[in-house]
């Protein structure tokens, strides 16, 4: 399975950016797909994820300014970031849960792609 996130780049506070993540090399019945990030020194926290039933879940830091929408005809996944914050600032990866319940735990997603970075200047 081939995960590739695409959008990152550099913005100022405030700014919106979009990411999106697309899947290829299999096909999954029910699947999620979820949103993490890891600045330098941190460890990979999770952002938000949509699972099987297109339900979302977010972590608190991002809830009210981050958007994740899927498009399973594409196998994609989008993050939709508005009023970005310097601690936004991270590489982003997209993963992907195979049993589809898409949980804020990063060892439940199986396949992963090599990550987009956001950085957010004052």
């Known amino acids: 399975v081939q995960v590739v996130e695409t959008g990152g780049g550099v913005v100022q506070a405030g700014d919106s950016l979009r990411l999106s993540c697309e899947f290829s090399?299999?096909?999954?019945?029910?699947?999620?797909m979820g949103w993490f990030r890891q600045a330098p020194g941190q460890e990979r926290e999770f952002v938000a994820s949509i699972d099987w039933k297109d339900e979302t879940t977010y972590a608190d830091s991002v809830k009210g300014r981050f958007t994740i929408s899927g498009d399973k005809d594409k196998s994609s996944a989008y993050l939709e970031m508005s009023s970005l914050r310097v601690e936004d600032t991270a590489v982003y990866y997209c993963?992907?849960?195979?049993?589809?319940?898409?949980?804020?735990?990063?060892?439940?997603?199986?396949?992963w792609g090599e990550g987009t970075q956001v950085t957010v200047s004052s």
């Open positions: 993963g992907i849960d195979p049993t589809g319940w898409g949980p804020a735990k990063e060892y439940s997603y199986s396949y």
């Open positions: 090399g299999r096909a999954f019945r029910d699947y999620a």
